[in-house]
């Protein structure tokens, strides 16, 4: 026998109303997809050198934040978000603002990973929500905090007022602590292997559904969850950048696991336990689609190739007049094994000192090279212009024109 569906409850002020907070059914399928990523991203982040790897943890910053904000549909183009990070701000005030938030974005995702300590459970607390929201938001303006009606987002303040979002009308504002709380109760206990991806993507839903904030519930959200998952991934793939290339899938499966549960098949909370599984079965999938992506970018042999033809091609233009092909050598070797002098690099090109000295100076310019001084060792660089020959695909809206 089944029991009538549950109606809409038109005030969610219970943390009862939530339930459950993690999926109950089923679990040995997401435990064996969790290793499968566990397994790969260990075996990735042994692919690059400690300077590479700062580099593309660098890089992957950058795209967090264009892809957060892109979900938010207020995304500015990638080479606009590079030039906030040398405080090269528009003359036209919308990219300047756009410029703000990503740059904001970026400082708090440093700020936040910085915490070498932090544990995953640490990492969903709700505490460390309001604390993502704070560094995020902290570094803005009064004006870039402003709503489209007009309210002022207060730093890691959780909301005043009642809220609707589409269909979904989030938990009474008077019951926001015993939401946290409860949240902190399940998520804040988290330990070993098998649980943590759907531990984290279930996470990520109540909290999204439970809309702590007057606005940036989803940035913070997305905050917490990269945060969450960096011991794993070393910041090295982001989650982010798969749900931001499929976002209406993203809102749908997010709209799903809102829906009541549907009879006696369908767990014992109030949302539908099924659709809280799918959309976990849904992250982790997503999670090893990015790691599996980057693996395949961090393949020595595919990148020794591609970075050997980016050098070529540009030795045979003549926008590149100080490219040749004696440096593919030593820029292999900054890239695979770590960072060199500039004398041993120009000992490597096989060149004379002067034609080396402008080859270096040529690398550097273009950034593929960088150096924090004219003396300083010379390290590995992944500037946007190379990116669609040294990572196919990886971060493509880089390669479109900038319009803005």
């Known amino acids: 026998m089944s029991s009538v569906p549950p109606t809409a409850i038109d005030v969610y002020d219970s943390p009862h109303h939530f339930e459950p907070l993690l999926p109950q059914n089923r679990l040995d399928e997401l435990v064996e ?43 500015t183009h990638p080479a606009n978000v590079s030039k906030a ?30 915490d070498a300590e932090l544990t995953e459970a640490q990492a969903l607390r709700s505490d460390f929500l309001l604390r993502a929201h704070a560094s995020l938001y902290g570094r803005l303006s009064e004006d870039d905090r402003r709503t489209t009606d007009d309210r002022i987002v207060q730093p890691g303040q959780i909301r005043d007022a009642e809220v609707s979002v589409g269909r979904h009308h989030a938990p009474a504002f008077a019951s926001l602590p015993r939401f946290l709380a409860r949240m902190d109760q399940v998520y804040g206990r988290v330990q070993g292997v098998d649980a943590l991806l759907y531990t984290i993507a279930a996470a990520h839903h109540r909290t999204a559904w439970t809309h ?4 940036g519930n989803g940035r913070a959200a997305r905050l917490q969850t990269h945060t969450a998952l960096c011991r794993l991934s070393g910041g090295l793939w982001s989650v982010n950048r798969g749900l931001a290339r499929n976002r209406d899938t993203y809102y749908a499966m997010l709209s799903n696991a809102d829906m009541p549960r549907q009879g006696d098949l369908d767990g014992r909370g109030n949302l539908s336990e099924k659709m809280l599984w799918e959309w976990c ?15 395949r970018m961090f393949d020595v042999q595919g990148l020794r190739d591609r970075v050997k033809g980016l050098v070529l091609v540009r030795s045979q ?11 593919v050598l030593p820029l292999l070797h900054v890239l695979l094994a770590g960072s060199v002098s ?16 402008s080859v270096i100076s040529q690398l550097l310019k273009d950034g593929l090279l960088v150096s924090d001084s004219h003396r300083a060792d010379l390290r590995i660089g992944f500037p946007l212009d190379a990116l669609s ?7 493509p809206e880089a390669a479109a024109a900038n319009l803005e």
């Open 281 to 295: 079965s849904y992250f982790i999938d997503l999670c090893d689609d990015q790691v599996s992506f980057m693996t």
């Open 212 to 215: 702590a904030f007057i606005d």
């Open 389 to 395: 020959t040294i990572f196919p695909n990886l971060y």
């Open 317 to 327: 233009s003549s926008d590149y007049q100080h490219y040749r092909s004696e440096a």
């Open 342 to 357: 500039r004398g041993d690099f120009a000992q490597m090109t096989g060149l004379g000192e002067r034609v080396a000295r």
């Open 33 to 75: 997809k969790t290793r499968i990523v566990f397994e790969k991203s260990h075996a990735m982040r042994g692919a690059l050198c400690p300077p590479a790897r700062e580099a593309v943890r660098e890089l992957v910053r950058e795209m967090n934040s264009y892809y957060s904000n892109r979900i938010e549909g207020q995304s």
């Open 85 to 114: 990070l040398q405080k090269n701000f528009s003359d036209n005030p919308e990219v300047a603002q756009r410029q703000r938030i990503a740059l904001a974005h970026i400082e708090a995702e440093r700020e936040l990973e910085s």
